[in-house]
């Protein structure tokens, strides 16, 4: 059995050490990236959903090229919204990072975050070098 690498990356959040958990985790060329809110490094979050998704982005952006990828290498991102009508916001938050890796991509409404004032909470899912033989619309047959 191969020996797989445990790469473990933090975002300094208050929540890792008593919850346990990593902002992101890589293993050998995957990148896993754990829920991620809001939350500005003075503890502020903006009540604009647009905003919001864009902060998830940036954190998990950071986290993603910590562990050695980047955006285009983003196979898969949830979204979780407390309101539904915020998904149009959320999108084009996700369109801006995500419109030339495409990933597959889920948005999902709740009852509520962990924060009351959270309206957006993002994952991601990355592939290391995945992103640059991608092609932008490439289609390949299901085999």
Known sequence: MPDHV???VS????YE?????SRAVRIDDRV??????PNWPD???DVDPERQADRCIEIMLMALQEAGASA???VRTRTYLVDAADWEAAGRAHGRAFREARPASTMVVVAAL???RWKVEMEAEAIIGSGSAAGGD???PLR
């Open 6 to 8: 445990r790469q473990l």
């Open 11 to 14: 975002s300094g959040s208050p």
């Open 17 to 21: 050490q008593p919850i346990g958990f």
């Open 32 to 37: 896993f990236v754990a829920g991620t809110a």
């Open 43 to 45: 503890g502020h979050v």
């Open 72 to 74: 285009a290498d983003v």
């Open 114 to 116: 962990i924060d009351e």
């Open 138 to 140: 490439e289609r390949r």
